[in-house]
């Protein structure tokens, strides 16, 4: 597609629920990221994908939260006995290729999936 | 561990004043910065990435200038507009951290008509 899709928008669950939150990248970008980002705060890394290999989930917060990237393209988030502290806004980015010294790596971020655990 | 910070938090002007936003980061080595806009309930749109080696980069009215060595940035904003109104975020990658980013809280831009 034409830029980073994410879905739903908008999730409100119930303490406890799991959830599930998708990511289409841009088509034929390698490296895949997803991030956190709280009420006035600036995101926060979760984890970090180069085609299907999850190479860097360092910053997931517990073991509660998953990802996986089964295909290379398509990833999905998980979170499981979802906690009040889990609401933020969940962003997926990607990039053609990671950077380092030898790419630019600009990031392309999706709109965000808007959770709330009540 | 890199902490990045963004100066001022808010900041309201008229229609027309030339700004300037700043960051700052402490540590050194990183491959580069990147500086985004966020809308209310919208994700990230990348604006302007400042490899190390580079000084600079202009695109349109946005300027973003880079000193690796003192950990700052800066993004400039000619002829300011509302419609450039929104949240302005700066982010690093750094060379120890693999591609991770870390990003300021971000400084809310306010242009009156």
């Known amino acids: 597609g034409a830029g980073v899709s994410q879905s739903p928008r908008y999730k409100v669950a119930k303490r406890g629920q799991d959830v599930a939150l998708r990511c289409d990248p841009i088509s034929g970008h390698v490296s895949l990221f997803w991030y956190q980002q709280a009420l006035g705060q600036g995101p926060e890394f979760l984890t970090y994908?180069?085609?299907?290999?999850?190479?860097?989930k360092s910053g997931l917060p517990s073991d509660r939260f998953f990802a996986e990237r089964p295909e290379g393209s398509v990833s999905t988030l998980k979170i499981q006995r979802t906690q009040q502290e889990d609401s933020a806004v969940y962003l997926c980015a990607s990039s053609v290729i990671a950077g380092g010294p030898l790419g630019s790596g600009e990031l392309f971020f999706g709109e965000g999936s808007r959770l709330t655990v009540l | 561990k890199q902490e990045v910070t963004q100066i001022p938090a808010a900041l309201s002007v008229p229609e027309g004043e030339n700004l300037v936003l700043n960051c700052s980061f402490t540590?050194?080595?990183?491959?580069?910065l990147q500086w985004f806009r966020q809308d209310p309930g919208k994700g990230l749109t990348s604006l302007l990435l400042?490899?190390?080696?580079?000084r600079e980069q202009t695109s349109g009215r946005l300027n973003a200038s880079l000193d690796k060595s003192s950990g700052r940035s800066t993004l400039y904003i000619a002829a300011s507009q509302p419609g450039d109104s929104a949240t302005y975020l700066c982010a690093v990658r750094e060379e120890t951290s693999g591609s991770r980013l870390t990003f300021g809280e971000g400084t809310q831009l306010t242009v009156n008509p």
């Open positions: 540590d050194s080595a990183i491959y580069n």
């Open positions: 400042i490899q190390s080696s580079q």
């Open positions: 994908f180069q085609n299907e290999a999850q190479l860097d």
